[in-house]
């Protein structure tokens, strides 16, 4: 199996794991992966900073760490729509009675997206496993 269609079978399974985690929070589906932040310090903190970080991963080895110029800075292009998608989801808490907006939340999630989209662009870069016209 290609490099390629592992990536976008991981990518695509862990963007529909996000989703229902999403889902499940803005029900109150109180399900297990929910139980065991409670037990770790900062855990939801972590919690944010890995998932959000693990989009942000796939999100821009699935666009092949495609990148958009804004004034003289090139930014992720995958990055950047995650930012976006992000920071609506976490401002639109402030009007669902089962969540809460939390600036720590979203500090978590802004470190976790820009880190891990730096690993995606280095593991892209280094293993040589897109084409090398977007590196």
Not at 46 to 53: C, E, K, S, T
Not at 71 to 100: A, C, D, H, P, Y
């Amino acid at each position: 199996m290609k490099i390629k269609t592992i990536i976008r079978i991981l990518g695509i399974s862990f963007l529909i794991f996000i989703g229902f985690v999403i889902l499940s929070a803005n029900n109150g589906w109180d399900y297990f992966f929910f139980g065991w932040v409670k037990y770790l310090p900062l855990g939801d903190k972590m919690a944010h900073f890995i998932l959000v970080g693990g989009v942000s991963f796939f999100v821009n080895l699935l666009l092949e760490v495609r990148q958009l110029k804004i004034g003289k800075t090139q930014i992720l292009l995958g990055s950047f729509i995650v930012f976006t998608f992000i920071t609506i989801e976490e401002f639109s808490q402030m009007f669902l009675i089962r969540r809460n907006f939390d600036l720590l939340d979203l500090t978590a999630n802004y470190l976790g997206l820009f880190l891990f989209g730096q690993f995606a662009f280095w593991v892209c870069k280094e293993f040589k496993i897109l084409d090398k016209r977007i590196l």
